[in-house]
């Protein structure tokens, strides 16, 4: 068997919730050894809570974002809760946190309080709102910042309230972006011997992704739109259509597209039509060109659509989370896993998206709480029994 690409690195992390525990379980599908440093006062991470499906201090949520990884429970705010972290750092390549912004250089996250421990150590945040500016010591979550972004407002139908996507995506982008940045920082350290810190915010990560409805913003006279049937905000046809039995995404972002959507669809005409001749013209003529599109998709199942359009017109099925988890391309790209839990029985769940040779296939389940807080204390950094029950005595460890 290959060795995963992040075999040997070892990462401290100080993460609840989402964001931050989805960004370092891309890292231990690679192989990184990830120590969950949990706060015992608390009962650890509150995602153990999450319902609907809980067990005894675990979830299905929490298995969710925490699979392969290892749980240590350490009281931070205790003295000697920090001479064990320090331990900790002498042995890792990171130390990861996704606690509020004013709270790391508070629990003794920063580089500069590690450097003289470990001046190699990357040390990342991920908070919601960073750790400067008017917001820096408030909570974030997946919902304020879709809203306080802009995100909300050009979400669904014109008529309707604001909303939000329906998946947590801030928080999984900001994970991501996170993880970008801990990995970049990692490997200037290994060239420079040098650490640093990574700062990444949920705030940040959501406008940076506002792109180029940014740039039009910023640049002209432009106000966007939330748009009919999640279509684009300026490409015609680009959007969801009914059709006799379902819904049909379709995106025609080249002329080519364009074309041999009104060929398979039967109106050729269309093409010739000067009304419609460019992606101008179409987007200034729109509403009479989908008075004559819609009707029209609605004759057809989405089966029936897709096996006249696909391979000549962008498009895809406007699936449920059940018939996305069954689509042929998903199971084809081997996007289900399973794990066997002690209580849970066989669990599954998605995989990584990062497909390459060495990849942890089969990943252990997320670990119990302190699971391996004994081990780890020993194993690691050889203290022996009576320390260790010194640190329980005294509350640093549960």
């Not at 940076?208 to 910023?218: N, P």
């Not at 002209?220 to 259509?241: I, K, M």
């Not at 895809?316 to 996305?324: D, F, H, I, K």
């Amino acid at each position: 068997m290959a060795r995963a690409p992040l075999d040997g690195v070892r990462i401290l992390a100080v993460s609840q919730f989402g964001a931050g525990p989805f960004g370092t379980t891309v890292l231990a599908d690679l192989g990184a050894e990830v120590i969950k440093i949990e706060d015992p006062g608390v009962g650890g991470d509150v995602a153990r809570y999450v319902p609907p499906y809980t067990a005894d201090r675990d979830s299905l949520y929490f298995q969710s974002f925490n699979r392969g990884k290892k749980s240590l429970t350490l009281n931070l705010r205790h003295p000697d809760g920090q001479a064990v972290l320090h331990d900790l750092v002498r042995v890792s390549d990171a130390l990861f946190n996704n606690v509020r912004g004013d709270q790391p250089k508070a629990l003794g996250l920063t580089y500069a309080q590690l450097k003289d421990v470990n001046p190699r150590l990357v040390c990342c945040s991920l908070s919601g709102f960073g750790s400067t500016g008017p917001q820096a010591a408030e909570p974030a979550y997946d919902y304020l910042i879709q809203g306080q972004a802009g995100w909300m407002a050009i979400t669904g139908e014109p008529d309707g309230p604001p909303g939000k996507c329906g998946v947590s995506v801030i928080d999984f982008s900001g994970g991501y972006a996170a993880m970008l940045g801990l990995m970049v920082a990692l490997y200037d350290a290994q060239r420079s011997g040098v650490g640093r810190d990574v700062e990444v915010s949920l705030l940040d990560t959501a406008v940076s992704m506002l792109s180029y409805f940014a740039a039009w913003t910023l640049n002209r006279d432009w106000e966007p739109a939330r748009v009919p049937q999640s279509g684009h905000q300026t490409l015609v046809p680009a959007q969801n259509f009914r059709t006799a039995d379902g819904w049909i995404v379709v995106f025609c972002a080249k002329e080519k597209f364009w074309l041999s959507l009104v060929r398979l669809m039967g109106l050729p005409e269309l093409a010739g039509d000067p009304r419609f001749a460019s992606f101008p013209e179409r987007l200034a003529h729109k509403a009479a060109l989908l008075s004559i599109l819609e009707p029209r998709f609605a004759t057809k199942p989405t089966r029936e659509w897709l096996g006249l359009l696909r391979g000549h017109v962008p498009c895809a099925p406007v699936n449920s989370v059940r018939e996305a988890l069954q689509d042929e391309q998903v199971l084809a790209r081997e996007m289900i896993v399973e794990i066997d839990h002690p209580v849970f029985g066989r669990m599954r769940q998605v995989a990584s998206p990062i497909k390459t040779e060495g990849a942890i296939a089969a990943p252990a389940p997320a670990p119990r709480l302190g699971e391996h807080t004994e081990s780890l204390l020993q194993d690691v950094l050889g203290y022996g029994a009576g320390t260790i029950e010194s640190l329980r005595a005294k509350g640093v460890i549960a």
